[in-house]
């Protein structure tokens, strides 16, 4: 009787290891190799996040400057646009060299096309959105909080003066390219 009770005493001493059953099996189970790691590594190099825009007449200028993109040959620049969005990708960039793309989706207003300008020696091409309306624009993406929203009845006729901010935030803020986000101004 006391080694039974030895037995169940030792069996409940020792820790139980935890057990997740149903949809969270393995969900807890990470390996060692996780600890440490930069969550978008996997990803790095693929989307182009940072870029600077100034809204101008006819045209909506959007601006992406990166290391190495002048000795990227024309061809391996391709645009692409819809009526709200637009594309840029480039081929290969970088060491070892990588496919990057800007895709500026649900742009805020109507567009009838883009047009790519390279600026040599700067490491910085330009996509030249064309407008469909002649009208300030605001915000570049919808829902992205740009500078002014909504119209002069939402600002209490302060939408406007806010308009204008909104582009040269953007260009300022947007990649910290101050001079090439206040061109269009």
Known sequence: ?????AAATTAAEEPKEAKF???????????????NRAADADIAGEAITKYAWSDGKKTVSVYVEMEGLDDVADEA?????????CSLTIAA??????????????????IDGVKLT????????????????????????????????????????????????GGMMGGM??????????MGM
């Not at 969270?24 to 390996?31: A, D, E, M």
């Not at 620049?77 to 969005?85: A, M, N, P």
């Not at 970088?94 to 109507?110: D, Y």
Request: hydrophobic letters at 30%; zero cysteines; charged letters at 30%.
């Open 1 to 5: 009787m006391a080694e039974e009770e």
């Open 21 to 35: 059953e149903g949809v969270v099996t393995g969900k807890y189970n990470w390996g060692a190799d996780t600890k």
């Open 77 to 85: 620049l391709t645009t692409e646009s819809g009526e709200k969005d």
């Open 93 to 110: 960039i970088g060491s070892p060299p990588k496919k990057k793309t800007l895709t500026l989706s649900g742009v805020s207003n109507e």
């Open 118 to 165: 390279r600026k040599k020696g700067k490491n910085m091409v330009v996509l030249k959105l064309q407008k469909k309306e002649e009208k300030s624009w605001f915000q570049l993406l919808e829902g992205s909080g740009g500078g002014g929203g909504g119209d002069d009845d939402d600002m209490g006729g302060m939408g406007g003066m806010m308009g204008g901010m």
């Open 173 to 182: 803020m947007g990649g910290g390219m101050m001079g090439g986000g206040m």
